[in-house]
Nanobody, 114 residues
Framework: VQLQASGGGLVQPGGSLRLSCTAS????????MSWYRQAPGKQRELVAI???????NYADSVKGRFTISRDNAKNTVYLQMNSLKPEDTAVYYC?????????WGQGTQVTVSS
């Protein structure tokens, strides 16, 4: 499974971004899809996860602001990020699980700054 993420960039506080991550290869085997982030000097943390039945879970820090969704026909997972804060600045990574093996995308930088 290969993953291609896109959609990061520079945005002002209060702004919005939408990240996308498309899987190719043995993508028909995918179950859970998720987004993680890693800020400088910090550990990578789970931001949001969506299962094969589209149930979702979010980190407390993003609840009510971020929405994860998936399009199974396109093998794509999205992360809609609203009301962005400077503390959301990080490299965002998508992850998918296929046959119990996790695969990582290359990461996309999100910077929230005025």
């Amino acid at each position: 499974v290969q993953l291609q993420a896109s959609g990061g960039g520079l945005v002002q506080p209060g702004g919005s971004l939408r990240l996308s991550c498309t899987a190719s290869g043995s993508s028909f085997l995918i179950s859970a899809m998720s987004w993680y982030r890693q800020a400088p000097g910090k550990q990578r943390e789970l931001v949001a996860i969506i299962s094969s039945d589209s149930s979702t879970n979010y980190a407390d820090s993003v609840k009510g602001r971020f929405t994860i969704s998936r399009d199974n026909a396109k093998n794509t997972v999205y992360l809609q990020m609203n009301s962005l804060k400077p503390e959301d600045t990080a490299v965002y990574y998508c992850n998918v699980v296929a046959r119990l093996v996790g695969y990582w995308g290359q990461g996309t930088q999100v910077t929230v700054s005025s």
